[in-house]
């Protein structure tokens, strides 16, 4: 009966390490995609504000150019 034991206690350390495994893998999968979000949002970000600036400087050309008109007329 002494025999038996010796095998069966094993069993049950190496389901907590699967399970252990299967955490780790899932935190890191999870963590992997914030990541990426957050660095999409950060690019999205940073793409709206150059374009808004560069209508700003289309703009302000266009009251430059409006300006250099009516003070030559």
Do not use: P
Not at 14 to 27: D, E, P, Q
Request: net charge negative.
């Amino acid at each position: 009966m002494a025999d038996n034991q010796g095998s069966s206690g094993n069993s049950g350390n190496n389901a907590g390490m699967f399970a252990i495994a299967i955490v780790l893998l899932l935190a890191v999968l999870v963590g992997g995609y914030l990541f990426e979000q957050s660095n999409n949002s950060t690019f999205a970000k940073n793409d709206a504000v150059a374009g808004a600036a560069n209508a700003v400087g289309k703009t302000a050309d266009k009251v430059g150019n409006a300006a250099d008109k009516a003070s030559s007329n």
